[in-house]
């Protein structure tokens, strides 16, 4: 799986959109870029994944560069439930002897202030 | 909630015990996994079940032995456990091996004395 790069920490001001970038250089033409996060003692949460299209969904917004070698995470308008270690994974969307391996690195933690 | 339930949620454990973890999802999948979550550590593969059958043992101590009774229900038996074994222990499901979409449970917070 490709290896990804995130910033350690970000804040943002509640009610502000929380944008999170992250760095896939060396993605694959066919891995995905797959969002997580996790409130602290919670499990991680899917949030959204993506190919080269940008996505939306009720959580978040996904853009991902046109060469594919970054994405950004939007949460448009950040509340203080949105406090979490957000985390970026790239892998092929299905099959192959890999499958299942989530792969989780250090990850974003956000911290939204009010 | 997520569907994933797991029980107990603390556990304080002597290195001579032996403890099960539960795991049980509401969700009608078919593949579970357990992860575990060291401190200042990222998320670590466990297990993989596919089917009650096991696809994946990334290396694990053998003072860890997981069970899958069905594809519901998945365990983790300890026995003779270290102190560097105390971590969460997170449970998830998805609806089969061919997605990257896990659900998680809430995790074990287990302390090794």
């Known amino acids: 799986d490709a290896k990804t790069t995130q910033p350690p920490s970000m804040d943002c001001a509640e009610g502000r959109a929380a944008n999170l970038p992250c760095n896939h250089s060396?993605?694959?033409?066919?891995?995905?870029v797959y969002w997580y996060r996790q409130i602290h003692s919670q499990g991680p949460q899917y949030i959204i994944h993506?190919?080269?299209n940008n996505e939306t969904n009720e959580m978040a917004s996904l853009i991902i560069t046109e060469d594919r070698k970054s994405s950004t995470l939007i949460l448009p308008h950040a509340t203080l439930r949105d406090t979490a270690v957000y985390y970026c994974?790239?892998?092929?969307?299905?099959?192959?002897?890999?499958?299942?391996?989530?792969?989780f690195g250090q990850g974003t933690i956000l911290t939204v202030h009010p | 909630e997520t569907g994933v339930t797991q029980t107990p949620r603390h556990l304080v454990m002597g290195m001579t015990n032996k403890k099960s973890l539960k795991c049980e999802q509401h969700?009608?999948?078919?593949?579970m996994y357990w992860y575990k979550q060291s401190a200042k550590k990222p998320l670590e593969l466990m297990f993989v079940?596919?089917?009650?059958?096991?696809?994946e043992n990334n290396s694990v101590p053998s003072r860890f032995s997981p069970e899958c009774p069905n594809s519901s229900h998945l365990f983790l038996h300890l026995h003779t456990l270290q102190p560097e074994d105390s971590a969460l222990y997170l449970c998830?499901?998805?609806?089969?091996?061919?997605?990257?979409?896990?659900?998680f449970g809430p995790g074990t917070r287990l302390t090794v004395l």
């Open positions: 998830a499901s998805s609806q089969g091996l061919v997605t990257n979409e896990q659900f």
């Open positions: 060396t993605i694959s033409g066919n891995e995905y």
């Open positions: 993506g190919l080269k």
């Open positions: 994974i790239v892998r092929p969307h299905a099959g192959g002897t890999s499958y299942g391996k989530l792969t």
């Open positions: 969700l009608g999948h078919n593949a």
């Open positions: 079940y596919n089917f009650k059958e096991q696809t």
